[in-house]
Structure formats: structure tokens, C-alpha cells
């Protein structure tokens, strides 16, 4: 009888830690663009809050989008690996299985929504859009979108930013670019009379480029977004992995989220110097 139990026992203890051994081993594979400061860019020196890429070795991510992916990963006991994606390219990798997750400053519109399941918002204040411009446009002191009129306008690819564009009128709608930097380099070189970005990254772009001036629209005088906010996004399959980041996200107060984008700024800025 001693030996049934201790055999019971054995068998048990080897249960629980093989389990234990495959949490432990657990890893999420994240997806992110690497080029949408201060949510996610990407550098060349490791830091003790950056990330290495996994798909671009030498190379890291950071932002608040690395941020609150690893504080989700803290809370759900899992591992990240992140992996460089083209923002165009994000949901189709998640669908083909070759990542897990995307946080990567996407927001949850319709039509990504019939693609793909999305969590609660994870973002620090309410996303809002605002414009940039050439410093020496005519378009500068612009304060609504129909100010812009007949702005010849260009925009990312598959972006929110660029199907918004058409709320401006007569708009002259640039064919879009698949890299956000691309994009600046148009308004920049006066290829385009402008473009759409949230305010965060508005905040980014001015100190990044001397050249442009960033129009932060007031209540009513912007574009009507039509969504939620900025989302992770994971496959409708994974119901699981989508309760268990929503359960997460939620746990991760405002106060945190805050503490962790201020953080990020600050990051982003030392980078820039």
C-alpha cells in the first residue's frame, strides 16, 4: 500500500513540476513596426529597458508599446520575443501563426476587426489625431481639418491615418507609403503638404524634426476617428490568450500607464540627443 502511495505521490510531483516547468517556458511572440515613437522605435544600443529583436539581430525595440508588453507578460507569467514587422504586414503574420500578438500602437478599427480579435485599450489618454505640416506651408497656421482644403495629403499604408484623410475637403490624396519616416520625409522635402499623426507622436516628431510644425486640432474641429483606441491585437482563435491580455491590461492602473509613458518620453528624448 506504501508503494501505491508513494508511486501516487511521484506521479503527482512530476505533474506539477512539468507544469510548472512549462509556464516557466512560456513565450510570446510579439509583433511590432519599430518606427512609430514613442509607442515603438527601434535602436542600436542595449539599455536595461529596451529589447533585442529576434528577426533583426544587433538591433532593439523600445517604447511604451515594449513597455506594456512586458508589464502584460509580468502579469500572465509568459516570456516575449519581438519581432520586426512592417506595420502592413502586422495581421498577416499574427493570422500565418508567425506571431502571437501585436502591440504595436494599432488601433481597433472595423475593418481590422473582421480579421482579427482585439483587446481593451492599453493607451494612457484618448487617442486624437492631429496634422503635420512643412514649417514654411502655407497650410502652418491651419486650426481645423477644413482649413486644410485641397492640401495635397499622404499618410502609412493600411493606417487609420490614411482613411482619414478623405474627411478633409477636396483633399488631394497622395498615394500612401508603407514606413511612417517615409512619410515625414515627403512633408519634409514639400513632396506633400502634409500628413496625420496622433498627438503623442506629433509630441515626438517636433523634436525629432526641425522642420515640420505639428496642428493639434481642438474638440470638434478634427477628424471622427470611428474606434476604440490603441489595442493589442491576437487571433480570433486564441480566445484564452485574449482573456488572459485583456485581464492584464485592465489590472495595469492609470497611474502606472502614465508612470510608464512619461518614462518612455524620457527614454525616447536621451535617445535623440
Given at each position: 500500500?506504501?508503494?501505491?502511495?508513494?508511486?501516487?505521490?511521484?506521479?503527482?510531483?512530476?505533474?506539477?513540476?512539468?507544469?510548472?516547468?512549462?509556464?516557466?517556458?512560456r513565450?510570446?511572440?510579439?509583433?511590432?513596426?519599430c518606427?512609430?515613437?514613442?509607442?515603438?522605435?527601434?535602436?542600436?544600443?542595449?539599455?536595461?529597458?529596451?529589447?533585442?529583436?529576434?528577426?533583426?539581430?544587433?538591433f532593439?525595440?523600445?517604447?511604451?508599446?515594449?513597455q506594456?508588453?512586458?508589464?502584460?507578460?509580468?502579469?500572465?507569467?509568459?516570456?516575449?520575443?519581438?519581432?520586426?514587422?512592417?506595420?502592413?504586414?502586422?495581421?498577416?503574420?499574427?493570422?500565418?501563426?508567425?506571431?502571437?500578438?501585436?502591440?504595436?500602437?494599432?488601433?481597433?478599427?472595423d475593418?481590422?476587426?473582421?480579421?482579427?480579435?482585439?483587446?481593451?485599450?492599453y493607451?494612457?489618454t484618448?487617442?486624437?489625431?492631429?496634422?503635420?505640416?512643412?514649417?514654411k506651408?502655407?497650410?502652418?497656421?491651419?486650426?481645423?481639418?477644413?482649413?486644410?482644403?485641397?492640401?495635397?495629403?499622404?499618410?502609412?499604408?493600411?493606417?487609420?491615418?490614411?482613411?482619414?484623410?478623405?474627411?478633409?475637403?477636396?483633399?488631394?490624396?497622395?498615394?500612401?507609403?508603407?514606413?511612417?519616416?517615409?512619410?515625414?520625409?515627403?512633408?519634409?522635402?514639400?513632396?506633400?503638404?502634409?500628413?496625420?499623426?496622433?498627438?503623442?507622436?506629433?509630441?515626438?516628431y517636433?523634436?525629432?524634426?526641425?522642420?515640420?510644425?505639428?496642428?493639434?486640432?481642438?474638440?470638434?474641429?478634427?477628424?471622427?476617428?470611428?474606434?476604440?483606441?490603441?489595442?493589442?491585437?491576437?487571433?480570433?482563435?486564441?480566445?484564452?490568450?485574449?482573456?488572459?491580455?485583456?485581464?492584464?491590461?485592465?489590472?495595469?492602473?492609470?497611474?502606472?500607464?502614465?508612470?510608464?509613458?512619461?518614462?518612455?518620453?524620457?527614454s525616447l528624448?536621451?535617445?535623440?540627443?
Open positions: 500500500m506504501k508503494k501505491y502511495i508513494l508511486l501516487i505521490l511521484l506521479i503527482v510531483i512530476t505533474a506539477v513540476y512539468t507544469f510548472m516547468s512549462r509556464e516557466d517556458d513565450v510570446i511572440r510579439v509583433g511590432i513596426e518606427d512609430h515613437a514613442p509607442y515603438n522605435w527601434e535602436e542600436k544600443t542595449e539599455s536595461d529597458s529596451n529589447v533585442p529583436l529576434v528577426n533583426n539581430p544587433g532593439y525595440a523600445e517604447g511604451y508599446d515594449v506594456i508588453a512586458k508589464a502584460v507578460a509580468d502579469k500572465i507569467g509568459a516570456k516575449l520575443e519581438f519581432c520586426k514587422i512592417q506595420f502592413d504586414d502586422l495581421i498577416y503574420a499574427l493570422n500565418l501563426g508567425e506571431i502571437d500578438v501585436i502591440f504595436s500602437g494599432m488601433v481597433d478599427t475593418e481590422r476587426k473582421e480579421l482579427i480579435d482585439f483587446t481593451v485599450p493607451e494612457v484618448k487617442t486624437e489625431y492631429a496634422a503635420v505640416v512643412n514649417t506651408s502655407r497650410y502652418v497656421n491651419a486650426k481645423s481639418i477644413w482649413e486644410l482644403e485641397g492640401a495635397r495629403m499622404i499618410a502609412q499604408k493600411n493606417s487609420r491615418f490614411d482613411s482619414v484623410i478623405e474627411q478633409i475637403p477636396n483633399v488631394i490624396h497622395i498615394p500612401p507609403l508603407d514606413a511612417q519616416t517615409a512619410v515625414i520625409m515627403e512633408v519634409m522635402n514639400f513632396n506633400a503638404d502634409g500628413t496625420v499623426v496622433n498627438y503623442d507622436t506629433g509630441l515626438s517636433e523634436k525629432t524634426y526641425p522642420n515640420i510644425t505639428v496642428i493639434y486640432f481642438t474638440e470638434d474641429h478634427g477628424f471622427n476617428l470611428g474606434f476604440t483606441g490603441l489595442c493589442a491585437g491576437v487571433r480570433k482563435s486564441d480566445r484564452k490568450l485574449l482573456d488572459e491580455i485583456n485581464y492584464a491590461i485592465e489590472s495595469i492602473s492609470y497611474r502606472q500607464r502614465q508612470r510608464i509613458m512619461d518614462s518612455t518620453i524620457a528624448w536621451k535617445n535623440l540627443e
